[in-house]
């Protein structure tokens, strides 16, 4: 996966200045449910933590982050209270205040700038900074507002 790549980049990157989580929410194309074809790998919905634990793992498998990795529980409260589906990507500073709301993915998932230029857009016309973009600004402290 691309993104994971990227993400690992701004890890690398920015890892003295900034903590990385990845949370792994509900599988979003299980095969019993939105299915597409040539996902990375087939599983059911998770019915047990155990089964949401396993099917964390084989996403780890494929992503291969570098810093740690927490999965949400079957009640989906991370998920719902972040609304994190699709993926999203967030920059909370110590103080628990949200800096950076990337926009929904996978269109608006987008951690470094492309092909040099500082502006993600997706399709339904919603500009921001790619986090790479953000993170400059921000820990050089240019920026403090939630972008």
């Known amino acids: 996966m691309r993104a994971s790549v ?7 990157r920015f ?12 599988e979003a194309h299980p095969t019993d449910g939105w299915v597409i074809d040539g996902s990375a790998y087939e599983l059911k ?22 810093f740690p990795t927490v999965v949400d529980g079957l009640d989906d409260a991370v ?5 994190a589906w699709p993926e999203r990507l967030y920059l909370v500073d110590t103080a ?13 998932f987008s951690p470094l ?13 919603e500009t921001k900074p790619s986090l790479e ?6 820990l050089e402290g240019r920026s403090g507002a939630i972008q």
């Open 96 to 108: 628990g205040i949200i800096r950076y709301a990337g926009l929904q993915g996978p269109w608006g």
């Open 133 to 138: 973009a953000f993170l400059e600004e921000f």
């Open 113 to 125: 700038r492309s092909g040099g230029e500082e502006w993600t857009v997706n399709p339904l016309t």
């Open 45 to 66: 919905d998770p019915e047990t933590a155990e089964q949401r634990h396993e099917a964390a793992r084989k996403c780890l498998a494929s992503v291969e982050f570098d």
């Open 79 to 83: 998920n719902v209270a972040w609304a």
């Open 15 to 26: 890892r003295d200045r900034v903590d990385f989580l990845f949370v792994y929410i509900r």
């Open 6 to 12: 990227d993400v690992n980049t701004l890890h690398q």
